[in-house]
């Protein structure tokens, strides 16, 4: 099966693209492990690869005028969710990781995983090496969730790349989820994910880019499936 593509203009134009087509291309799958385990099923793309020129535009959903459905995100959200899921590495009580735990990990050779990438970028922009790990092998056996289950990071790797641009280098990232959910996680992650590129470019020097992002686990919830149908107007067939 082909990966569904998106080129979108900002976040919330690649996020209703994909909730728009979710019900041409998806298949349904009883959830056997992770949330909502023999509770909730999913309707999940085979694959999806997205690219997103102006990742720093307009980072917010917008509902249609008059609508009663909540936006599935908000910039407080967003800016918080950069703050201490990506920036914080102290872990509350209870908590086996955060991103941001990975993301701040510290060097057998001094610094920080972030550190060494912006490190890297700023001596040699053009390196093939500047990626952020945020899986680990024992991520299966270690990262229980509060309800007591396995549940190992959705988000796996963030590689950030400078490009040639017009004379400039951009500062791009991708990003690899192993299950993603499309309509309350990807706005609140990507805009996360937008703000911590800008960081790195500020703090490299480089100018800030687009986004890639990939998934062969993109999916709504059966209990967002009504809310997703009646955004799009995409209301199921009788």
């Not at 909730?40 to 997103?52: D, F, K, T």
């Not at 229980?144 to 791009?172: E, H, I, M, W």
Request: charged share 20%.
């Amino acid at each position: 099966m082909l990966p569904f593509f998106v080129h979108g203009k900002t976040i919330p134009d690649t996020w209703f693209q994909l909730i728009y087509n979710l019900f041409d291309y998806a298949y349904e799958q009883k959830i056997q492990k992770g949330s909502f385990e023999n509770e909730q099923y999913r309707l999940q793309y085979p694959g999806i690869a997205v690219y997103i020129e102006h990742p720093d535009k307009d980072m917010i959903p917008v509902m249609p005028p008059g609508s009663t459905i909540p936006a599935p995100t908000t910039m407080d959200y967003i800016e918080d969710y950069f703050v201490n899921y990506l920036m914080n590495p102290e872990l509350a009580e209870n908590e086996t990781y955060r991103y941001s735990s990975r993301i701040h990990h510290p060097m057998p050779k001094g610094g920080t995983q972030l550190e060494r990438v912006i490190q890297m970028l700023r001596e040699t922009p053009l390196t093939n090496q500047a990626a952020v790990e945020i899986g680990t092998p024992e991520d299966l056996d270690v990262c229980y969730g509060n309800d007591g289950k396995l549940d190992p990071p959705c988000l796996r790797l963030l590689d950030f790349k400078a490009v040639p641009s017009g004379g400039s280098l951009l500062l791009t990232v991708t990003c690899y989820f192993r299950s993603w959910d499309l309509w309350a996680g990807f706005p609140t992650n990507l805009g996360g994910i937008e703000l911590l590129k800008q960081h790195v470019a500020e703090e490299t020097g480089l100018k800030n880019g687009p986004m890639y992002a990939y998934s062969a686990g993109a999916h709504i919830y059966g209990y967002q499936e009504d809310i997703a149908r009646l955004r799009t107007l995409r209301p199921k067939e009788k």
